[in-house]
C-alpha cells in the first residue's frame, strides 16, 4: 500500500494563514509593524529565489521586508557594519543573514554579530544554546518546520525512535535536540522521542535507518535513502532539495519509499515551504519580544 502524503505545502499554508490573522492583531494593538531584514551576499541563483520568496511571503504576511544585497566581495568589516547598524535599527525586528556566505567571510563571526533578540534563524550561538538547554528563544525554521509537519498530521512523537540523517548546523543537530526534549511550544507528544543521529561516516547505517520510526532525511545528497533503508510503515521527513538534470530531488528516493514508508513528505511541497513560515513565525515572535 502506497504511503500517505505529508502536505506541507497545505500545512505552510495553514501556518502563513494563522501568522497573518495574528500580525493583524499585533498591529492593531501594538502600532508597531514587524519587520524582516534580509542580507544576501553575492549572486548564488538558489539564495536569490529564496531571499525573493521570503520577500513575497512576508507581504502577504503583513510583515514589512527590506532586502540588503552586498557584491560578492564584500569583506568581513562592511558586512559586520550593515549587520550593526540592522541591530541597532528599531524599525527591524528580524535580521536573516542567507547563508551560503562566500568563502573569505567567517559564517560563525557574522551569525553571531546579530543581535540575539533579532536573529529569526536561530543561528546565534546564544540562541542555539537555550535550544539545546529546552528553554528556546527562537526555534529554527527547517527545524521547526519538521515538528509543525508530524504534529499537524497526528504523528506522535514521544516515545518513538528518530533517526537523524545528517548533522548540520541548520537542520540536524538542532532537530535532534528539539526531538529528543521532555517538551515543546505544541506539548509533550511532539518532543520525548528517543534520537539517534547518522552522518557521512556512520558504520551500518541502513542498519540504523531501519530502527526509525520517524525517519528525517536531512544529508544533501540526491536519493539517498533507498526503500531497503526504511522500516514498513515508518514515517520519512525528506528535508533534502537537490537540484539534479531531472528538476529537483529530495533525499529520499522518494518512488521506492512510497511502496514501504507508512507516510512521506514530497519534494517540492514537502518540508519546503515550512522554512519560510516558521521564518515568519520568529519574525513576529521578534517584533513582540521588542515591543514589551
Ligand atoms: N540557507 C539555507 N537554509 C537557510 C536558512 O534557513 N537560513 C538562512 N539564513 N540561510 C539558509
Redesign the pocket.
Known amino acids: 500500500m502506497a504511503a500517505q502524503l505529508l502536505d506541507g505545502k497545505g500545512i505552510a499554508k495553514q501556518i502563513r494563514d494563522e501568522i497573518k490573522i495574528d500580525v493583524a492583531e499585533f498591529v492593531e494593538k501594538s502600532g508597531v509593524t514587524p519587520c524582516l531584514a534580509a542580507v544576501l551576499v553575492g549572486d548564488d541563483p538558489a539564495?536569490q529565489v529564496?531571499v525573493r520568496n521570503k520577500e513575497r511571503a512576508c507581504e502577504v504576511a503583513g510583515i514589512t521586508s527590506q532586502l540588503h544585497r552586498l557584491s560578492a566581495d564584500t569583506s568581513e568589516t562592511d558586512l559586520l557594519a550593515l549587520i550593526e547598524q540592522l541591530n541597532g535599527d528599531p524599525a527591524v525586528h528580524g535580521i536573516?543573514?542567507?547563508?551560503?556566505l562566500p568563502s573569505h567571510i567567517t559564517e560563525t563571526k557574522i551569525l553571531d554579530a546579530v543581535h540575539p533578540l533579532k536573529d529569526v534563524?536561530s543561528?546565534h550561538a546564544e540562541n542555539v544554546g537555550l535550544v539545546v538547554q529546552g528553554r528556546p528563544r527562537f526555534l529554527?525554521?527547517?527545524p521547526h518546520g519538521v515538528v509543525q509537519i508530524l504534529h499537524r498530521c497526528g504523528i506522535e512523537i514521544s516515545g518513538k525512535h528518530a533517526v537523524v540523517v545528517g548533522r548540520s548546523e541548520?537542520v540536524g543537530k538542532p532537530l535532534a535536540n528539539m526531538l529528543l526534549q521532555r517538551g515543546s511550544n505544541l506539548g509533550p507528544s511532539a518532543a520525548n522521542a528517543t534520537v539517534t543521529v547518522c552522518h557521512s561516516r556512520t558504520a551500518n547505517l541502513p542498519e540504523i535507518t531501519r530502527q526509525a520510526d520517524i525517519l528525517i532525511a536531512a544529508i544533501g545528497q540526491a536519493k539517498f535513502i533507498t526503500a531497503d533503508m526504511i522500516k514498513p510503515g515508518a514515517t520519512v521527513i525528506d528535508v533534502g532539495i537537490n537540484r539534479t538534470d531531472d528538476g529537483l530531488v529530495g533525499d529520499v528516493d522518494f518512488d521506492a519509499a512510497l511502496e514501504v514508508a507508512g507516510a512521506i513528505t514530497p519534494v517540492p511541497g514537502g518540508v519546503g515551504p515550512l522554512?519560510i513560515a516558521m521564518?515568519l513565525w520568529n519574525t513576529l515572535a521578534a517584533a513582540r519580544m521588542q515591543a514589551t
Open positions: 539564495s529564496y536573516l543573514v542567507q547563508l551560503p534563524d543561528f529554527p525554521c527547517t541548520i522554512t521564518l
